[in-house]
């Protein structure tokens, strides 16, 4: 069985695709832009065993020559930072939104048996109390989760209009392994590895669930094999913690001083918090299995040891998001 994996040398992507060749054996072909959060380096260990095709999903010949083949299709092509569609949205409703609509073409006319749409917590909106569930309405508040929600209803507008199988899957606050620089995990832990100041928004009381992205890919990995299609599962860690909860505990685990911190004006339409309901994937077959602390650890302990991987992003990029537009 084949699977075209769409923005597969992203964060997520990369662990998802090493997860399905290490676990499951499974043929890959990866279709990525390599847009500054794509890399090679992201599947260096398993470049030998998978196929990897430099393009773009909003581009139909690219995605038709990826496509060949495959039986499944998971898409985690985007972007995906909240605080760069606040500066320029166009981008974002391009590759999120036109770029799904390419892939859901390719799907009908390839015939594929699955279309796996990767979504997020935020197409719901922020929740004050209790959690959202799959049927829940969609209220995005930013125009990274508008461009999200819309590819959700495109995806099952597709699902009934031409009973294309898709399958929806959205998660919360994933961190890990190969994840982007510009973002509050590994942006805390490099700062602080570096003994810079660590920009944390308004008083970091935004609370977000966190998973560590190798239970996301289990629970991606059962739907893939198992979700049914025209249906949204939720995924989540089930761990909630406010942004300077999870900043203070890397502090505390690298045995930084807190004084590192600084806080920064907040970002407009910053999500009080967000939080999902899972007894639907738990009815399938999947819980998280990783304590936040743990996961923390690990991940701390992989930016530690894997500085070379980090290094070249930090001093090519413009990661700092905080200081340049706040
Ligand atoms: N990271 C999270 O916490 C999180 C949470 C919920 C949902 N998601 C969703 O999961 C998916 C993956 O997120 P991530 O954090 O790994 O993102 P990422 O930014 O690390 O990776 C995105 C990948 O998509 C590629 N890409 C971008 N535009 C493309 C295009 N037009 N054509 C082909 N490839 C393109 C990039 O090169 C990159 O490899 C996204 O759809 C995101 O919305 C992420």
Known sequence: MKVLVTGGAGFIGSNFVRHLVNEHSMECVVLDKLT?????ENLQDVETEITLIEGDIC??????KAIQGCSFVVNFAAETHVDRSVIEAGSFVLTNVFGTYTLLEACRKHDVEKFVH?????????????????EDRLSPRNPYAASKASA????????????LPIVIARSTNNYGYYQHPEKLVPKTIIYALLNREIPVYAQGENVRDWI???????ALSLILH???TGQVYNIAGKQEF??????????RIMDKPESLIQFVKDRPGHDIRYSLDIQKIKQLGWKPKTKFEDGIRKTIEWYKTNRW??????????IDFHHKFT
Do not use: M, P
């Not at 959700?152 to 009973?163: G, Q, S």
């Not at 406010?242 to 502090?251: A, E, K, M, R």
């Not at 991987?309 to 413009?318: F, N, P």
């Open 309 to 318: 991987w980090w290094t070249t992003i930090i001093q090519a990029q413009e």
């Open 226 to 228: 198992k979700g049914e």
């Open 212 to 218: 560590f992205v190798e239970d996301t890919c289990e």
């Open 152 to 163: 959700d209803l495109l995806c099952k507008a597709f699902f009934e209009t031409y009973n």
């Open 242 to 251: 406010t942004n300077i909860q999870v900043v203070q505990t890397i502090l």
């Open 59 to 64: 581009r139909r010949e690219d995605v038709d």
């Open 36 to 40: 500054y959060a794509g890399r090679r």
């Open 118 to 134: 990767i979504s997020t917590d935020e197409v719901y909106g922020h929740i004050l109390e209790g959690s959202f569930k799959e």
